[in-house]
Structures are given as structure tokens and as C-alpha cells.
């Protein structure tokens, strides 16, 4: 089970940084407004800029938690894994649904990278400690897990798409079943057969050469 909320998410300070990653998610950082903020967390502007001085600095408060809430979900995910209760891995990930606009807006507005540089670096601990039996690669795990990780972080960006194609809201429980069901379907099932795969990467060698 996850642990305790954390003590700052009860308090105004919490509030107002909620408020700003909506607003910082449905406008983006230039549009986004202290006022705005102030009115969708109930406090004055004042404290707002009590509690974080300027928006740059609260927009950097809004990175920062996100940031602690994946390594959270990541130890969390670790600690499941390590059980063997695949289904408790599965469904820690879902708190994370929660910062999926944020998260988007940032990385169009070529923000969030620490937190994308962060997520490469779980991932290759990821790959290094459940390598796939006769998976094999030649490819450099760092390679593999940034794209890996730009896949992952793709689904944020076009999640309104996603809902569309798929008739559901992905941000509700029924949506987060679907979306997870279809991500297990494409990591258990290669687009591409390993012999397949061999002769393309045979193709490729022979561009490099030419």
C-alpha cells in the first residue's frame, strides 16, 4: 500500500501549487497568471507570492514535486516487483494519471527535463535488472532506455487523442484499464519477429557502410 499523503499536501501551500499545475497544464507558463492561480487555490495573490516569490520559482516548485512523486511511484513499483505481485506494480502507476497534463504541456514548452533525464536513468536500472531472456542487444542501453522512456512520455502529450480513439477518458479508472491493457498487449507482443528484426538491422549496417 502506499505510504501517508505528505504532510505539505494538506496545507495552502499544496493548494496553490495544485492550482498553478492546472493552470500551468491547461495554459502553459506564459499565459498562466499569479491572479488565476490565487483565485483557483482560495487564497490572495499575496500569499502566493509569499509562499514562492514568483511564478518562475513556483513553476519550479510544480517540477520539483512531480519530480518526488515518480521516484516515489518508482521505489513503489520496485518494492511490488520484488514481491512478485505483478498486479500491485501495475496499479501503483495510476497516481501518476494525475500530473498527465502538466507533465505534456511541459515537455512541448521544452521544459521537464530533469524530469525526463531522471526517467532515462530509472529506466536503464529498469533494463539492466529484468533483462529479457534472448533479448540480446546490441544497442546501448542509454539509447534504450531514452526512447523507451520518450514512448512512455508520449502518451501525456496525446492523451486527449488517445481518449478520442479509444471512446473512453483515459483520466478515469475505466480508461486506465484500457490504456494499461493495450500497453501490456504491445510489450508482450513484438511488431516485429526476432528474425525479422535481424535482417533489418542487417539493412542498417549496410547504410553505415555505404
Known amino acids: 500500500m502506499s505510504s501517508a499523503p505528505d504532510p505539505e499536501d494538506l496545507t495552502a501551500r499544496a493548494r496553490i501549487?495544485?492550482?498553478?499545475?492546472?493552470?500551468?497544464?491547461?495554459?502553459?507558463f506564459e499565459r498562466t497568471t499569479i491572479r488565476g492561480i490565487a483565485e483557483t487555490a482560495g487564497v490572495s495573490s499575496g500569499l502566493v507570492r509569499h509562499h514562492f516569490g514568483s511564478k518562475e520559482e513556483l513553476r519550479k516548485a510544480c517540477d520539483d514535486y512531480v519530480l518526488r512523486t515518480v521516484r516515489k511511484l518508482n521505489d513503489e513499483t520496485w518494492a511490488a516487483m520484488r514481491e512478485g505481485d505483478l498486479g500491485k506494480a501495475a496499479?501503483?502507476?495510476?497516481?501518476s494519471g494525475a500530473y498527465h497534463r502538466y507533465i505534456a504541456r511541459s515537455l512541448v514548452d521544452g521544459g521537464a527535463s530533469e524530469l525526463f533525464d531522471e526517467m532515462v536513468r530509472?529506466?536503464?536500472?529498469?533494463?539492466?535488472?529484468?533483462p529479457r531472456e534472448g533479448a540480446e542487444s546490441d544497442v546501448p542501453l542509454r539509447d534504450r532506455a531514452a526512447i523507451g522512456t520518450a514512448w512512455?512520455?508520449?502518451?501525456?502529450i496525446m492523451f486527449e487523442h488517445l481518449s478520442r480513439a479509444f471512446?473512453?477518458?483515459l483520466s478515469t479508472?475505466?480508461?486506465d484499464v484500457r490504456l494499461a491493457s493495450a500497453l501490456l498487449d504491445l510489450y508482450s507482443h513484438p511488431l516485429m519477429s526476432p528474425e525479422e528484426a535481424a535482417a533489418a538491422r542487417a539493412g542498417l549496417k549496410g547504410l553505415r557502410h555505404d
Do not use: K, Q
Request: glycine share 14%.
Open 17 to 28: 501549487r495544485d492550482a498553478a499545475m492546472r493552470h500551468f497544464g491547461e495554459h502553459g
Open 91 to 95: 496499479a501503483v502507476r495510476r497516481p
Open 122 to 130: 530509472m529506466s536503464e536500472a529498469w533494463l539492466t535488472a529484468f
Open 152 to 156: 512512455g512520455l508520449a502518451i501525456p
Open 167 to 169: 471512446g473512453v477518458d
Open 173 to 175: 479508472p475505466e480508461g
